[in-house]
């Protein structure tokens, strides 16, 4: 039964654990659900916010608005000779979804291993890690629209997907709300493993043939051995984007700094580690009050009791600062910030 609750704390529901309230709240298990909630006047008259894992928010300030926790559940695929097509509820669980593809043999998601947040965000954030980015397995997705009520199936070119980019960030921007995504996988695996430390983690296990397994177990190590866990300390992952830039530009940074860490894009421009780049001016494992840097992972803020979001975007514009002083390159926060 839909049910809209009023003045909830909403520190369960963001990974930074920040402890803010909301207005309006509702949690949506079905498309039935979203249609019911909009047929209702508040829901049109109200600010919107939609959450899954709410593993890429920073609230600075209560929400006066609804929120709308999307919980819609269940994966189903379909095998076409070569490829298999996995559908999704956009309520699952990322990592929860890449185990499912692993442990039935369909190859492409492994590398995003242990990402955290859920389905229905991935292809919001064109969400990647090591090599790999949603974009390379996207098939379509289906969304409600706020406006009409109506369920729309957005294809891979209705998306415009970026790095951490795509046209629900931008030109549909609180139009719609994912309710499923499908992928588009392999049973014929190619394995990636030129990315990161992957190899080198490979090696280390003693495996020469990797299999989707294998490289998903990998990754989940790095990841587990680099990042926090936001059950024990509030985080939301790389805080900042890897900033990209144009090869004159590169040409200044490396000409003063010749062991920046850095790769070449698709589109002939330059990406940026920021984590190296926030590390190499001293901010790694930086403790400012309650907030501060991961110890393994510049990349990382995390609050680390009782930190208001006020406090933890002061903190990284501190850090922004002090890239774009040192190397001339201006970082820009992944997180939502509101």
């Not at 003045?7 to 803010?20: E, H």
């Not at 995003?112 to 919001?124: E, F, H, K, M, Q």
């Not at 002061?314 to 922004?320: K, L």
């Amino acid at each position: 039964m839909l049910q809209i609750q009023e003045n909830i704390s909403l520190k369960p529901y963001n990974s930074f654990g920040i402890d803010v309230k909301a207005k309006f709240f509702v949690e949506i298990f079905n498309e039935d659900d979203l249609a019911k909630l909009f047929e209702n006047d508040l829901a049109h008259k109200q600010k919107l916010l939609i959450v899954g894992g709410g593993s890429n928010i920073l609230f600075t300030q209560n929400f006066d608005g609804l929120v709308i926790k999307m919980s819609i559940k269940g994966i189903e695929s379909k095998i076409e000779e070569d490829k298999v097509l996995v559908t999704a509820g956009a309520g699952e669980v990322w990592n929860d979804f890449v185990n499912y593809c692993v442990a039935h043999g369909f190859a492409g998601v492994e590398n995003l291993s242990l990402i955290p947040g859920t389905v229905g965000a991935s292809p919001i954030q064109n969400i990647g890690a090591y090599g790999v980015e949603l974009k390379d397995v996207f098939e379509s997705c289906t969304a409600f629209e706020i406006r009409t009520g109506i369920i729309k199936t957005f294809a891979f070119a209705d998306c415009h997907f970026g790095y951490r980019e795509s046209i629900f960030k931008s030109e549909l921007k609180g139009q719609y709300i994912i309710t499923s995504v499908t992928f588009k996988l392999a049973t014929e695996a190619e394995i990636n493993t030129s990315y990161g430390a992957i190899e080198t983690e490979l090696q280390k296990r003693g495996i020469v043939a990797p299999n989707i397994a294998d490289v998903s177990v990998a990754v989940s190590h790095i990841r587990v051995s680099k990042l926090p866990d936001p059950s024990t300390i509030g985080n939301a992952g790389s805080f900042f984007k890897n900033p990209v830039i144009e090869k004159h530009e590169f040409a200044d940074v490396v000409a003063k700094h010749p062991d920046v860490v850095h790769y070449p894009t698709a589109d002939d421009k330059i990406k940026l580690a920021a984590g190296w780049l926030i590390e190499q001016c001293g901010w790694k494992g930086k403790i400012v009050g309650e907030t501060g840097t991961w110890k393994n992972q510049a990349l990382v803020l995390v609050n680390h009791g009782n930190a208001t979001g006020t406090e933890v975007f002061n903190f990284s514009a501190q850090i922004i600062d002090s890239v774009k002083s040192t190397f001339g390159v201006t970082l820009e926060r992944e997180v939502n910030i509101l």
